[in-house]
């Protein structure tokens, strides 16, 4: 099936770019019809805009809490036929009010070999902690922080030279591969969830 994707970020959206440019080189069967970010001038923002795809800011402060500005959100992805919502570098924490709406089908990534460092800046904590090999995690979101069942992860090595920022770059490079995959399984129908298991289906 070809994946209808709402995609939310907050940032640069190089892992938007990369789902687009995997759509465009046929290795993805998916369309992105809608981005909304919660900044205004989010470089994710321009990247959907120069491709025709919706891009809508929704402003966190209009609305009292958590759970009515995700009822916001998805009632625009909704609206907009998303069947498949992507967490591009978003910076907030996901409710239940729109998890609710897209049930099994709401995927993020982090810079980390998860259940290792999660939340923010997984690379910064990988290299303080001293680890020697980090990498990156797809998983199905759920209500909790970055707690969600794991269907794919790439693994990188730390060196010891490693800044953050040398680190993040190589991280960077495999999440740009790996969401797509990720995505892509999700499109064949291959992914099956039992408890905190992702089964991946021949």
């Given at each position: 099936m070809t994946l209808h994707?709402?995609?939310?970020?907050?940032?640069?959206?190089?892992?938007?770019?990369a789902i687009m440019d995997a759509i465009?080189?046929?290795?993805?069967?998916a369309k992105v019809v809608m981005v909304v970010s919660?900044?205004?001038d989010a470089p994710a923002m321009e990247r959907a805009a120069s491709r025709g795809i919706p891009a809508v800011h929704l402003p966190p402060k209009e609305y009292?809490?958590?759970?009515?500005?995700?009822?916001?959100?998805?009632?625009?992805?909704?609206?907009?036929?998303?069947d498949t919502v992507v967490l591009a570098g978003y910076m907030r924490l996901v409710s239940a009010a729109l998890l609710a709406r897209?049930?099994?089908?709401?995927?993020?990534?982090?810079p980390a070999l998860l259940p290792a460092f999660p939340g923010l800046d997984g690379q910064d904590q990988a290299v303080k902690y001293g680890?020697?090999?980090?990498?990156?995690t797809v998983h199905f979101v759920d209500d909790g922080l970055d707690t969600g069942p794991i269907i794919l992860q790439a693994v990188v090595p730390v060196y010891q030279d490693?800044?953050?920022e040398t680190l993040a770059g190589r991280i960077l490079k495999e999440e740009h591969k790996l969401f797509p995959a990720a995505l892509q399984l999700l499109a064949e129908n291959r992914l099956e969830i039992k408890g905190r298991r992702v089964l991946i289906k021949d």
């Amino acid at each position: 099936m070809t994946l209808h994707i709402g995609a939310l970020a907050s940032g640069r959206g190089s892992n938007l770019q990369a789902i687009m440019d995997a759509i465009d080189a046929g290795k993805l069967q998916a369309k992105v019809v809608m981005v909304v970010s919660d900044r205004q001038d989010a470089p994710a923002m321009e990247r959907a805009a120069s491709r025709g795809i919706p891009a809508v800011h929704l402003p966190p402060k209009e609305y009292p809490d958590r759970q009515s500005y995700d009822r916001a959100v998805a009632d625009l992805l909704q609206q907009a036929g998303v069947d498949t919502v992507v967490l591009a570098g978003y910076m907030r924490l996901v409710s239940a009010a729109l998890l609710a709406r897209f049930p099994g089908r709401v995927l993020n990534i982090h810079p980390a070999l998860l259940p290792a460092f999660p939340g923010l800046d997984g690379q910064d904590q990988a290299v303080k902690y001293g680890v020697r090999y980090s990498g990156c995690t797809v998983h199905f979101v759920d209500d909790g922080l970055d707690t969600g069942p794991i269907i794919l992860q790439a693994v990188v090595p730390v060196y010891q030279d490693d800044t953050t920022e040398t680190l993040a770059g190589r991280i960077l490079k495999e999440e740009h591969k790996l969401f797509p995959a990720a995505l892509q399984l999700l499109a064949e129908n291959r992914l099956e969830i039992k408890g905190r298991r992702v089964l991946i289906k021949d």
